[in-house]
């Protein structure tokens, strides 16, 4: 209670989480559902373990990213630089906004996996979400620019340092004095539970504010990104019949900055992470057993589908 009750206002989001039974999958779920199970079966069951220690992995992982995004027919642009012995790359495609092109939108996630596992859930499911939305958003008109990107090295040792991939990216457009009003990292995203108790939190209080069964999908970021948290989970709720909790708290409770929006926040932007919450709910993070099994896809595109809406939400005229 003493770190809920103070942050109860800042926590406080837009809409109602969803309640009631799953109906059966949409058409475009189901194709969802199927392009997402390929996607991560790619990345942590044929590639694998792809980190600094197994290079070669890592390289095919880029290079995969690389062709999904130009078959989806975008052009991409590749970020490389030199750390700690090693070259890295991270990708980016844009589809440039008509009315807005100014105010850019970022969609993120990061490629590599933590050492010693093959990164099913962390991060093949945040990067198969990714390309998802890359895919949905290829063709269709949008106000403002929206940039996917995959970062590199979001894991140990890199974590935290200048040899994280989406420093490099956030920094970059900090140095080219972009405008990124939003960025949204997908991270962990695909384990989910309705057994009681199934959810943990880093903070004392915060099981008095939000659920003790993980069965929904949260929407994380600092006090400074309060309002596009808010933004994020209205629209969510507004378009998605799945299970929904948002949270902008101080950026020094573990878990809140414990991805690839953090570098944005550090460069001064407004960023979001969509998680299952990772070790606070999937006890096979950072472990040899995260392979693609342990990925509830069929979930997962219930919560891309949602996304797909709250990524045209962020990117139109009307945008709060």
């Given amino acids: 209670m003493a770190v809920a009750v103070p942050y109860l206002t800042a926590i406080r989001m837009l809409g109602r989480s969803y309640a009631g039974p799953m109906e059966p999958l949409t058409t475009h779920e189901q194709e969802l559902r199927a392009r997402l199970t390929h996607d991560v079966q790619v990345l942590a069951g044929e590639i694998g373990e792809r980190n600094f220690l197994r290079s ?3 390289a095919k992982a880029s290079g995969w990213i690389d062709e999904q995004m130009r078959a989806a027919g975008y052009a991409v642009d590749k ?3 030199e750390w700690d012995r090693g070259t890295f790359e991270n990708l980016a495609v844009e589809r440039r906004g008509a009315t ?7 969609i993120g ?3 590599d996996s ?3 596992t093959p990164g099913a859930n962390d991060n093949a499911s945040g990067v198969a979400s990714m390309l998802a939305l890359a895919r949905a958003f290829a063709s269709r008109p949008v106000a403002r620019t929206l940039r996917f990107v995959a970062f590199v ?3 140990p040792p890199y974590y935290y340092t200048d040899g994280m991939g989406s420093v490099r990216y956030a920094r970059r457009c900090r140095d080219h004095n972009e405008n990124v009003v939003a960025m949204i990292s997908l991270e962990t995203m695909g384990c989910f539970s309705d057994e009681p108790n199934s959810q943990s939190y880093p903070a004392p209080g915060l099981e008095i504010a939000y659920p003790t069964t993980g069965n929904f999908i949260a929407f994380v970021g600092n006090l400074g990104s309060r309002r596009l948290v808010r933004e994020v989970v209205g629209r969510f709720r507004q378009h998605a019949r799945f299970p929904s909790e948002g949270a902008a708290l101080p950026g020094w409770i573990p878990g809140v900055g414990w991805s690839d929006h953090w570098s944005f926040w550090k460069a001064g932007y407004p960023g979001v992470m969509v998680t299952d919450t990772a070790p606070f709910r999937y006890r096979h993070y950072h472990q040899a ?4 099994d342990k990925v509830d896809t069929e979930r997962l595109a219930r919560v891309v589908a949602g996304l797909e809406a709250v990524v045209a939400g962020l990117v139109s005229d009307d945008s709060r």
Avoid: K, M, S, W
């Avoid at 057993?289 to 693609?292: A, I, S, V």
């Fill in 56 to 58: 070669e992995a890592l």
């Fill in 79 to 81: 970020q490389r630089f």
């Fill in 100 to 106: 807005q092109p100014d105010q850019i939108v970022i």
């Fill in 109 to 111: 996630a990061h490629y």
């Fill in 114 to 116: 933590a050492l010693g």
């Fill in 153 to 155: 090295n979001e894991e």
């Fill in 289 to 292: 057993e995260d392979t693609p």
